[in-house]
């Protein structure tokens, strides 16, 4: 329970490599089933790129002096002739050009005139050659990156029909807390519960697949009883199982001994970052994992962006994730020994304002931020300082 909490970068790289040595086995599917999904092996081309010599505007091949006699037309997807002097081909741009061509003349700066064609060729050859943009062999992207469209458009360009990727983690949410109301206005002691609703979406953008029916769960009732059964069910399923609340000691606060009950061994037990420090991850018998996130809203957030971001990119095989900079526009307080995670938005004139109702048990802040910038132990984040930033996995379109 007393444990020294650990520093918060020590922390990143601690579930990383613990979600890394536990990652899913690659397996290799339909290229339209890997958005999203992580490259288990590296994306080789299969063939030079492009296959064959290809024309790059509409007009004609030709070979020798000019002007040359049109023998017939080439277009895209047939397989071309061989050329001989004074002959031109009439070609369709992404056609292929025929072996032996010495130039392609645009249609648009040639004539023809019965069955002869002249004009003056660009000196630069208007078709790309095989290889031009990758060489069979080649090593086009690396190990552990994220298949986003481009990378599948890629994969296909080079005759990739499959793919071998790691899938993503199955997530299950539990929420633990009696004040919690799902429906409704909060009143008498009770609270809707802002986080079950909330994070099967960050999940989602973090490459993870929130399982249906376990996203969320809750609430549990506060009892040890519930919370180990809620705990052993969710764990049957999921590869990873978010709970929100019950982190500290307090008379209803389960989730360490519900820990203990189950064989865990902690990964992270407490990190010395503010807001979130209660925060958690650990590590089950058979390779499963559980992320205690804090019960305050913000400060749950700031436990999914600390620990369970490079806990997926472990057990996905990607990197560390990396922190870009920016630069703060107005000061932002350090928590002494403590990292200090802060909410910032870039404003138009591309630096980084704190935002106000940032308090750890308030949303409001969070609901228009970009992400956290990073105010290391000891340092105060001064106006112009230059500092990481842990961005929120939002679309920069979609920004509030
Ligand atoms: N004696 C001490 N008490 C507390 C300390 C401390 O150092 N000493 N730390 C505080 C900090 S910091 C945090 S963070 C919280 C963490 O507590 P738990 O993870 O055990 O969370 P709960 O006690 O269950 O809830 C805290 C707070 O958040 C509200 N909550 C919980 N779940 C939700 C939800 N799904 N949606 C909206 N709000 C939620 C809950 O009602 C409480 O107000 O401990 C402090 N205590
Ligand atoms: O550190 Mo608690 O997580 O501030 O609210």
């Known amino acids: 329970m007393n444990e020294a909490p650990i520093a918060w970068d020590e922390a990143v790289v601690a579930v990383h490599a613990a979600g890394r040595a536990a990652a899913a086995p690659a397996q290799a599917l339909p290229l339209a089933e890997c958005d ?17 010599a290809t024309s790059s505007v509409d007009g004609y091949a ?34 292929m050009v025929p072996a032996g061509t010495g130039h392609v003349l645009r249609v648009e700066e040639s004539t023809l005139d019965g069955e002869v064609v002249s004009g003056t060729p660009r000196p630069l050859p208007e078709w790309r050659e095989p290889g031009d943009e990758a060489h069979k062999g080649d090593e086009l992207l690396p190990a552990g990156t994220p298949v986003t469209p481009a990378v599948i458009g890629m994969a296909a360009a080079c005759g990739y029909d499959t793919v071998s990727v790691r899938r993503a983690p199955r997530t299950a949410l539990l ?37 249906p029916g376990l996203s969320p769960r809750g609430p549990i009732e506060d009892t040890l009883e519930a919370h180990v059964s809620a705990l052993k069910d969710a764990l049957e399923q999921a590869d990873l199982v978010c709970t929100t609340g019950g982190t500290m000691h ?27 420090f209660p925060m958690l991850v650990a590590e089950l018998p058979g390779g499963k994992f559980v992320a205690g996130l804090p019960g305050n809203p913000q400060s749950a957030i700031v436990a999914l ?19 870009d900079t920016v630069t703060l526009g107005a000061p932002v307080p350090g928590r002494g020994g403590y990292t200090h995670l802060a909410l910032v938005r870039i404003e138009d004139d591309g630096l980084a304002y704190p935002l106000a109702h940032s308090a750890s048990a308030m949303l409001r802040g969070l609901a228009r931020s970009d992400g956290f910038a990073v105010i290391v132990p000891g340092a105060q984040g001064d106006a112009g300082a230059v500092v990481p930033l842990v961005p929120l996995p939002i679309f920069f379109g979609a920004r509030p």
């Open 62 to 95: 030709l070979r020798g002096p000019g002007p040359w006699r049109l023998a017939g037309r080439i277009l895209a997807g047939q397989t071309a002739p061989p050329i001989s002097d004074g002959v031109a081909f009439e070609i369709a741009t992404g056609a």
């Open 175 to 211: 929420v633990f807390g009696d004040e919690l109301r799902t429906a409704g206005l909060p009143g008498d002691g009770q609270v809707r519960d802002a986080l079950g609703p909330q994070l099967p979406g960050w999940l989602r953008r973090l490459g993870a697949d929130p399982l």
């Open 305 to 323: 962006m600390s620990l369970v971001e490079p806990l997926i990119a472990g057990l996905t095989g990607r990197a560390v994730p990396r922190r």
């Open 250 to 276: 307090g008379p209803v606060d389960h989730l360490h001994p519900a820990l203990a009950a189950l064989g865990a061994r902690y990964v992270v037990n407490t990190v010395a970052v503010r807001p979130g």
């Open 36 to 52: 999203g999904l992580t490259l288990a092996e590296p994306l080789v081309s299969l063939t030079d790129l492009p296959a064959f």
